[in-house]
């Protein structure tokens, strides 16, 4: 067992090697507040004692897109509405900070999602998954796909391999299966993961396996089928359900983050209007209130917003962070005496391919796909609006509301207006990953290679759900001390 008296003379030797004082701590300055600004700020507390951040958001809020309204006893999400249990972080993070019991999963009687396609509801057939059929059956008798469409499907049997590059997910899938299943189920499903165009999205991006699948088996269909789905892990099965939720929605983890810190001082309304090199191996970073030295920046907001504050970076490492395009959304939430509501609502909700003619991209019956506690007795959905060929944004809130109430009327037949109803605006909310995505991001590393005690984090880089910005944050922190000179390892061995 390490000695006090070791471990004195170990601080002393690490202070001096990193021109600290012994008295003084290793300051840092994390640009964002979102989840992953809030999951560095607990790594870095939780592996490095002497480590302070000052956390600067721009807004007067944590958390990002991730809100929650909770008004008139409902839970009503802004952004996400969940995450994957199957990706650990997240869970592991929320059991940490005490989120635990406060877990739960989708509503284990309802399954899947239809599609709108001609005033009706589809299901979508048993087996689609990242948009591709792994069952025959399923997909050769649903009434979804004409006669032309299932045969087409055919054509992943007698296509050849086609070439390794990255290419779009969409030209990807056409070329294999046909036009009808990608417009009418792949299109609706993958995009709204990504809030984009699948026509312009990057497959190794989003969905290399799809890729893999067809270079070793020829054919995406059989690759798919041969891929084996990974064990369900303990959070899955301890949980009943590979997405998961906070029983008062997600807001909980950004609170519960916030209050688990201890040496971080949260700046709120206080954006970073620049970053500069400065002597001594620091960073100057200069706000709209105050200006001071860090031995470390970490940005973790979005591309283009780091473009503008990193100003000394390389012309072509700004081009890269400031060409990543980003998606305006809109989410529309509404809550509806029961009473009110006309059809079936025996799924999670639906979605709605861009040929149907509606603005709207999907609907999510969130009183059918969870069972929040405690809350009030009316039903609950949510609509998404933001099509990559508009800017749903240019509309006011009182244009977007009529819409909503055209077309959620044509979709549903609901005639009675909402008892609650709320616009959430999000612009510039998903990163877009075009094609030849991931050689940018690669390219970028190799620029910011150069400023060691910069990093720079966020959705825009790969993996645009809740886990992976948990991931990506734990990760950093481990970089972090292998950068900065310190050791995860000793600090754990030593608390």
């Not at 900070?97 to 396609?117: C, K």
């Not at 959070?235 to 008062?248: E, G, K, M, N, P």
């Amino acid at each position: 067992m390490m000695t006090r008296s070791f471990w004195r003379c170990w601080h002393i030797s690490l202070c001096r090697r990193l021109n600290w004082s012994e008295e003084g701590m290793m300051r840092v300055a994390l640009v964002g507040g979102g989840l992953t600004g809030l999951a560095a700020a607990y790594y870095l507390e939780q592996y490095y004692p002497n480590v302070t951040m000052d956390l600067f958001e721009a807004g007067d809020q944590l958390g990002g897109w991730v809100r929650t309204d909770t008004d008139h006893d409902i839970v009503l999400e802004k952004g996400p509405d969940s995450f994957l249990a199957t990706k650990p972080d997240l869970v592991e993070l929320c059991e940490k900070v005490g989120l635990g019991p406060h877990l739960i999963g989708t509503n284990p009687r309802v399954r899947g999602a239809y599609v709108f396609w001609r005033d009706r509801y589809y299901p979508i057939p048993d087996g689609i998954q990242t948009g591709v059929p792994t069952k025959a059956k399923p997909v050769l008798t649903s009434p979804l796909l004409s006669l032309t469409g299932k045969i087409a499907l055919a054509k992943d049997f007698i296509m050849s391999k086609g070439p390794t590059t990255d290419q779009s997910l969409g030209h990807f899938l056409r070329r294999r299966f046909g036009n009808q299943i990608v417009d009418r189920l792949a299109a609706p499903m993958l995009s709204g993961i990504f809030a984009g165009d699948i026509d312009q999205m990057s497959l190794k991006a989003t969905f290399p396996h799809l890729l893999a699948a067809e270079q070793q088996a020829r054919s995406v269909y059989l690759g798919s089928k041969r891929r084996i789905p990974p064990a369900p892990n303990e959070f899955v099965q301890r949980y009943h359900s590979a997405f998961l939720t906070v029983d008062r929605g997600l807001e909980q983890i950004i609170h519960s983050l916030a209050a688990a810190l201890s040496r971080t001082q949260v700046l709120l309304s206080e954006p970073v209007e620049r970053i500069e090199p400065a002597s001594h191996q620091k960073w100057s970073v200069i706000s709209a209130k105050r200006q001071g030295e860090y031995d470390a920046v970490i940005m973790t907001i979005p591309a283009y917003a780091s473009a503008q504050i990193l100003a000394f970076l390389p012309h072509e490492a700004q081009t890269i962070l400031q060409n990543i395009p980003y998606a305006n959304l809109a989410v529309i939430g509404a809550a509806y005496d029961p009473a009110d509501i006309p059809v079936k609502t025996d799924k999670t909700g639906f979605l709605v391919p861009k040929q149907a003619g509606l603005r709207m991209t999907a609907v999510t019956w969130v009183s059918s796909k969870w069972h929040y506690p405690h809350v009030a007795p009316l039903f609950v959905l949510r609509a998404f609006y933001g099509r990559s060929t508009e800017n749903i944004l240019e509309y006011d809130d009182d244009t977007l509301t009529q819409l909503f109430y055209r077309e959620i009327e044509r979709t549903m037949h609901i005639q009675q207006p909402p008892k609650y109803l709320r616009v959430f605006r999000i612009p510039k909310g998903m990163p877009q990953y075009a094609v030849g995505h991931l050689e940018r991001i690669a390219e970028l590393h190799q620029y910011l290679a150069h400023f060691p005690g910069l990093f720079v984090l966020g959705a825009f880089e790969g993996g645009v759900g809740m886990p992976d910005r948990v991931k990506q944050a734990k990760d950093m922190a481990q970089t972090f001390g292998q950068q900065m000179g310190l050791s995860t390892a000793e600090y754990e061995t030593s608390s």
